[in-house]
């Protein structure tokens, strides 16, 4: 979640998520194949992910169902955030699968926001050094053992200077946050944590201009997905919002994207800027889901994001929605 300011698309069978990965806490090669098929079908879905994040998900069904009664569609991702100081959560999991969505955990390496941007401890340098082997290889075991495919959003909107991951930040330094993020996806991969979507989600560039996604991108041997989060601020279209952002993403990788967290400012552009939104999301067959932030100042929001705010963005939300061929996802 933001405190600052605020591909390729190849169809493929959708085939049922709830396959049992039966084997792959083991790492034995005959798992392979059932793992690698259930990240495919997450990453080349046959239709799209409309996600929320709200303040009890996945765990309260009440609030998902609530949204879903608002929007007129469930939604078919639920995002959730894990700091550092918190080991993974089989359940949450299951929750998500649950409630027919696919789970998006944002990995946060802090203890928090209320020590700020310098937190030394989870510098970098020391990340990519080893100094959380053992909490990251923990961590990654526990991902395999339950093995259910799991978006992994890792140390997001790094490129903006509001989170002690940036190299802007905590004494990191260029080329410090590439060297991290391969370092943790390498040790996913020597317990076999092959269950793991990697979401690579950087903040628009419109509040960071002078920053190269280049530079902070790890390749796309360690990232299958790409994302960005962007917020309406004053804009009147959603292309203001996403289109610099995407045509740089574009140029670095033909991965699938997410936009991993969006909405849009109280005012009177927000129901025209939500169905807009919609009209772009149509518009680009390469972005194969979003995240609605569907937050108040109360749930943990900057703004009021939520496209349930007043009936005419409720209405705005619901009739866009109504447009988009979403994928399934099995609950079982």
């Not at 992910?49 to 939604?75: I, L």
């Not at 699968?97 to 700020?116: D, F, K, N, R």
């Amino acid at each position: 979640m933001a405190t600052g300011p605020a591909a390729r698309f190849v169809a493929a069978p959708m085939l049922a998520l709830g396959l049992l990965l039966t084997g792959c806490a083991s790492g034995q090669s005959q798992s392979a194949k059932p793992v690698d098929d259930a990240v495919r079908r997450i990453t080349a879905p046959q239709g799209r992910y409309f996600g929320v994040s709200t303040r009890q998900a996945p765990w309260s069904r009440a609030e998902t169902a609530a949204v879903a009664r608002k929007a007129g569609r469930a939604p078919n991702m639920l995002e959730y955030f894990v700091k550092w100081t918190e080991d993974f959560r089989p359940a949450a999991v299951r929750a998500s699968y649950g409630q027919g969505a696919v789970p998006l955990l944002t990995w946060e390496p802090w203890a928090g926001s209320g020590a700020g941007t310098r937190q030394p401890r989870y510098a970098l340098a020391q990340i990519a050094g080893g100094g959380f082997d053992a909490y990251v290889t923990r961590f990654a075991e526990a991902v395999r053992a339950q093995g259910r495919p799991v978006v992994i959003r890792f140390a997001h909107e790094m490129n903006g200077a509001w989170f002690p991951w940036s190299e802007q930040r905590n004494g990191n330094h260029g080329g410090d946050y590439v060297k991290a993020w391969r370092h943790v996806h390498d040790l996913f991969a020597r317990v076999g944590a092959g269950n793991v979507v990697w979401l690579w989600s950087p903040n628009v560039v419109r509040d960071t201009p002078r920053v190269s996604l280049r530079e902070l991108y790890p390749g796309d041997a360690y990232v299958d997905l790409v994302g960005m989060t962007g917020y309406q601020d004053d804009e009147s279209t959603a292309g203001a919002v996403f289109d610099a952002t995407l045509a740089q993403l574009r140029g670095l990788s033909g991965r699938p994207v997410v936009i991993a967290e969006t909405g849009a400012r109280p005012g009177r552009k927000k129901a025209a800027w939500t169905a807009a939104f919609f009209r772009w999301f149509a518009a680009h067959p390469e972005v194969i889901g979003f995240v609605w932030f569907e937050r108040s100042h109360a749930d943990g929001g900057h703004q009021d994001w939520r496209f349930t705010q007043t009936p005419g963005t409720t209405r705005a939300f619901a009739g866009g929605l109504a447009t988009v061929r979403l994928t399934r996802v099995s609950r079982s």
